[in-house]
């Protein structure tokens, strides 16, 4: 049976795994493969690194990052930050990433999925979208949640898989940080409405939210950030609990 | 000397790093003496059957590793590689393959979500060394649309994703998996250890 896949993200800045809330200073934690692996040996699925440096000068250098994960991690890793033209993703995936993650970039120019996808495949390409509920719509936002851009998040999420994504995560942006527990309501309508593996990101606070969404939604993968690096979730802790909640789970020995 | 085939497909460099974790010194390489000389022979492989296929032709290598082939050493397809071991695919219209191992690609035409992409379980069918250090229900890393529609002789593992799709397959001293080994923590490194000592 096809396992629910757990991916920590990490967000990466200068080359260094960096966390804090985005109202909070970042502090420097960690060396990229060395938090990685860590990840990897507690029984990651899966790691999506998030590149925040911000010139693009900057993130040449802090991309070196992305073959030193290559050489030591031994499961599939995304990454994303920034990326906006085909040169960049091939960039990217030829320092040995098996997914990139677009964005702001594919609302700006859809095209760059389509293009992306058909010179790499749909399977490495995943478009990302910020979601934001207003009123009674779900609006996508860009540029890390700033800009709102007016676009219908459903709408969005179908042109992104016809245009050639693979794959997508949703960040539900009301309940990202609130650790309440995942957007359900929001995940069931884009995994009723596309036929591609769909991430669901934003309110893990603690393993009961997993089990909650895995048990009310279809989602493929769940995405979580902070709940892993405080060590509030241990990952082998949170696979064990779904599956005795007979989630499929991978067990790593 | 092992050789992973160099014929311009895209993940050469992540097979030969999951080659090296697993202790396998694999030299990347399209040079007839080096295939002549190879002890394993691994073909990489993803994108399209038929693209991949023409490549490969291009190369020139392959009267070389039906040699290889011939003489019993070992070849193991890895994901696409290992479709273009069987006969045919209908990817795209219907290319032939290298045709080591009888049957044909096609597409997956289920329920669920194609590609079959993710964390899947191995249901032995067959005894096999690749399995020695692995244990059935363990979980290997899929990423694929097609897959190889062939005899239960020929499979010494499947997958369930509705219906019994190949993981591993072999005929003789050829072998093939459907899923990234190089991807698969530590099961798949095991696999890689365990293919490691079929030589000789």
New interface residues.
Partial sequence: ???R?IIPCLDVKDGRVVKGSQFQALKDVDDPKKLGKRY?LEGA?ELVFYDITASHEAREISLQFVEEV??EI???FCVGGGLKTLDDIANV?NK?A?KVSINSAAIDNPDLIKKASQK????CIVLSIDVKQVDDAYIVFKNGGRINTGIDALEWAQKGVELGA??LVINSMNHDGMKQGFDIPLLNKITELV???VIASGGAGNTQHFVDLAKATDV??YLAASVFHYNEIKISYLKETLRQNNIPV?I?? | MNVIIDYKVGNIGSISRGLTRAGIDAKISANPEDIKQAEILFLPGVGAFKDAMEDLVKTGLVPLINDHVTQGKLLVGICLGMQLLFDSSTEYGHTKGLGYIPGEVVYLDIEKKVPHMGWNQLMFNQDNHTLKYINENDYVYFVHSYYANTAPDNVVAYTDYDINIPAIVRRDNVIGMQFHPEKSGQVGLQLLKAIKEMTS
């Fill in positions: 049976m096809l396992a896949r990897s699925d290559a050489e031994n499961i599939p995936l040995g098996d790499y495949g749909a399977q693979g794959e036929n591609v593996p493929d993968g991978r790593e020995r």
